[in-house]
């Protein structure tokens, strides 16, 4: 069978296209704000208390995080402090090591009269000494109602930013860093892009590091967010940076942040596990595994790969105090439970990645309808602590038989647990009395 040269080219070109993205993503040198301070105990059961944000911020540190955000300051009851303003307090009066260290801050206002009130958060990153902002505004109809209009926005911005380059101390005496958050910008974009990108143009002449959109409800599509990406970059030309955080309303997040990437996005903020603030969100961990997965040196050479899962997994643990979804992908418990030989990845083979690559390894699960005999002897090593070789394929193959014939008999049998796991085995011949010794 052949096909024509001209579709033959054409093929080669699309396949080509995707090659050059894949390229793209390898390249790239990720602007991260790690968020695991703040973020995943937004949406948590239990969330975090002074002891643990200061057990926290080293082990962040400590796997390659530079840019760390401490906390939120709180804007709608800022009289009624937090334990993120306990631990900022902490770090200046202990005078622990602030550099990259960010919070969140809402803009001060103009008045008509053109008086300038900076707000309270503002007020207080400059009492608590923390040297960075990621500065939040509304862009869309919905979020600026009862807050501000456009006109008292557009006003307040250039002031707003100018009061904080003269009274934060940013990183070793210099200029803070600012960067603006969009809390809406996905929907600012889509409602009125003119008004957005005009807004947005007037930020790129700020002395500001750059600038930051959400879709904080995790409903906008990927390749919608990379075309918000793309006409941001019209108007906010490098070296500004362009950042992105993703929630996972949608199931769109990790797509959009690779899409975001891909349309001149330098990187993205959020926490290392995927808990987030409604049911989760684009985590820092899930991108740096996929830009693993693509063969993008940069992680490795950056972040303590083999700390990856485990360390996702401890913060997400002490956040819920319950365990991480076992089948969340690449973090929880069953990304790396084998069910079938089939579906194990190889170190050698393109757009695979291997569980040891990010500090995890592989697991078995017994599922009744696919499960062969490898699997079932890795499982049976688990529960016995028997080597997997030790077990005769005659049994195993007769495991597989018998799992089949009693489904068919309607019995509905989990024999992924260990009791029913052995009692299957001594069906099928072997000897668990040899097991037990």
Known sequence: MSIDTATGTRIHEILASTQHKIEQLRAVAPYFIDLSLRENPVGARVGQTL????????????????RILLGTLDYSMPEELEVDDDFMLYLRDHQIDTTGCY?????????????????????????????????????SKDGMAGQYDLATLVRSLPASIAWLQQNIRGDHGGAPRILINVVDGCDALAEDPDIACGVFAMLA????????????????????VGAFVAAIRCVLPPPLKLLVHMHAGGGFENASVLEALLNGADGAWGGLPKRAAIIGHASLGELIANLVRLGNPHMAQRYQLDQLVPLATSLQILDEEQQVPDDLPILGYNAYRLPLSFFRQ??????????????????YRICPVVSDPAVIAGRLCEVTGEPAVSFAQDVLQQMVRL???????????????????LALYARAGGSVERLAH
Request: aromatic letters at 10%; glycine letters at 8%; charged letters at 30%.
């Open 51 to 66: 002891a643990d944000k200061l057990a926290i911020l080293p082990k962040i540190r400590d796997f390659g995080f530079d």
């Open 103 to 139: 919070a969140f801050t809402d803009i001060g206002l103009v008045d008509e009269q053109g008086h300038f009130t900076p707000s309270p958060s503002m007020l207080k990153l400059r009492d608590y000494q923390v040297p960075n902002t990621l500065h939040e505004i509304y862009l």
């Open 205 to 224: 002449q700020q002395p500001i590091e750059g600038l930051s959109i959400e879709d904080d409800r995790g409903t906008y599509l990927p390749f919608q």
């Open 346 to 363: 190889r170190a050698d083979r393109f757009m695979d990645l291997v569980p040891e690559a990010i500090g995890g390894s592989y697991r």
């Open 403 to 421: 799992m089949r014939r009693e489904l068919r008999a309607g019995e509905r049998i989990v024999y992924d647990q260990p009791a029913e796991l």
